[in-house]
């Protein structure tokens, strides 16, 4: 069972009700879908091609370049969304090429990983596929429920890319995997709440903060069944 809900009506972990959230902010503030030449896009681009450009980097064998370069990279992705906040300039495009950004900057990790450190990564494969597979299990169920990637931004995506920097830096400068190992776990437990907010979201919806953003509250519940009565 599906719940009915406006594209509007998920931002920022509130429900908007006529226009309005809990802090009087309105739809257009909340989204814009018209807005593509912004500051937080043209980090995202600088991300997306500084991504492509630490392939070549690992290939050259430039173990703390490529790590230097991936965390200013990573740290990107912070200051966009901050600003994009801030100035209340979020928009769907935003939220898709933020989403596909930082999927060119973790394949071009998992590459710089296997190219530093193949041994390692070889050797905790049971946590990197466990961590892989969920990521493709909630892309595969947005493609196929809404025709396009998931792009919710969690919470706990924000807090899973701090443990994915830690965790690469340690892999890369080999100071521990149990960074790493912790890393994958996060990631897996985002990836899977993802994937439930896809199961009840009726249509693609960016930025949703929180699976507990999209649950029937207690109060519409009741109003059903009064209704019912």
Same mark, same amino acid.
């Given at each position: 069972?599906?719940?009915?809900?406006?594209?509007?009506?998920?931002?920022?972990?509130?429900?908007?009700?006529?226009?309005?959230?809990?802090?009087?902010?309105?739809?257009?503030?909340?989204?814009?879908?018209?807005?593509?030449?912004?500051?937080?896009?043209?980090?995202?681009?600088? &991300?997306?091609?500084?991504?492509?450009? !630490?392939?070549?980097?690992?290939?050259?064998?430039?173990?703390?370049?490529?790590?230097?370069?991936?965390?200013?990279?990573?740290?990107?992705?912070?200051?966009?969304? &901050?600003?994009?906040r801030w100035f209340k300039l979020r928009s769907d495009f935003g939220a898709?090429?933020?989403?596909?950004?930082?999927?060119? $900057?973790?394949?071009? *990790?998992?590459?710089? *990983?296997? @190219? %530093?450190?193949?041994?390692?990564?070889?050797?905790?494969?049971?946590?990197?596929?466990?961590? !892989?597979?969920?990521?493709?299990?909630?892309?595969?169920?947005?493609? /196929?429920?809404?025709?396009?990637?998931?792009?919710?931004?969690?919470?706990?995506?924000?807090?899973?890319? @701090?443990?994915?920097?830690?965790?690469?830096?340690?892999?890369? $400068?080999?100071?521990?995997? /149990?960074?790493?190992?912790?890393?994958? %776990?996060?990631?897996? $437990?985002?990836? *899977?709440?993802?994937?439930?907010?896809?199961?009840?979201?009726?249509?693609?919806?960016?930025?949703?903060?929180?699976?507990?953003?999209?649950?029937?509250?207690?109060?519409?519940?009741?109003?059903?069944?009064?209704?019912?009565?």
């Amino acid at each position: 069972m599906s719940i009915q809900m406006k594209p509007s009506e998920v931002c920022d972990g509130s429900t908007l009700t006529n226009g309005k959230s809990s802090g009087d902010l309105s739809e257009t503030d909340c989204m814009s879908k018209q807005k593509y030449i912004t500051i937080p896009n043209i980090i995202c681009t600088v &991300r997306l091609f500084g991504s492509i450009w !630490l392939f070549w980097v690992a290939m050259e064998n430039r173990l703390i370049l490529f790590t230097c370069v991936f965390v200013a990279l990573n740290m990107s992705d912070w200051v966009d969304g &901050r600003i994009a906040r801030w100035f209340k300039l979020r928009s769907d495009f935003g939220a898709r090429l933020d989403s596909f950004a930082d999927s060119v $900057l973790y394949g071009a *990790l998992f590459f710089g *990983l296997f @190219w %530093f450190r193949k041994d390692v990564l070889v050797q905790e494969a049971p946590w990197w596929i466990v961590g !892989l597979l969920s990521y493709l299990l909630t892309t595969g169920a947005g493609l /196929w429920k809404y025709g396009r990637v998931p792009s919710y931004h969690t919470r706990g995506a924000k807090i899973s890319q @701090w443990f994915v920097l830690a965790g690469a830096v340690c892999l890369l $400068l080999d100071y521990s995997v /149990w960074p790493f190992r912790a890393a994958m %776990f996060v990631v897996t $437990l985002t990836n *899977l709440e993802a994937t439930a907010i896809t199961w009840i979201l009726p249509k693609w919806q960016a930025d949703v903060l929180s699976i507990l953003c999209v649950l029937p509250s207690k109060k519409s519940g009741s109003q059903k069944l009064g209704n019912h009565g």
